[in-house]
C-alpha cells in the first residue's frame, strides 16, 4: 500500500479515485464514498482508521484522510 502515492484531503471537495485504502488522521465524518461494492454516507471514522477497497470516490464532511492510490 502506497507503492503508488497517495493524496491528503481535509476539504468537502469530491475527490475522484481510484483509491485502495483510505486512512483517518484524525476523528473525520465522511459524507460519501463510493467503488466496486461500496456505496456509504455518513459514516464516522475514528483517528487511524483504515477502510480497505476499491475506492472510486469520496467526499468528507470534516476531519482529514490519507488516501492510497490503487496499482494501475
Do not use: R, W
Not at 488522521?25 to 466496486?36: D, F, K, N, Y
Amino acid at each position: 500500500m502506497g507503492k503508488n502515492g497517495f493524496d491528503y484531503y481535509n476539504d468537502t471537495s469530491a475527490h475522484d479515485g481510484p483509491f485502495c485504502a483510505v486512512q483517518a488522521c484524525e476523528a473525520t465524518i465522511v459524507a460519501t464514498m463510493t467503488g466496486e461494492q461500496i456505496n456509504v454516507s455518513n459514516v464516522t471514522l475514528a483517528a487511524g482508521q483504515l477502510l480497505v477497497g476499491h475506492i472510486a470516490s469520496l467526499t468528507l464532511t470534516s476531519g482529514s484522510v490519507v488516501a492510497y492510490k490503487t496499482v494501475s
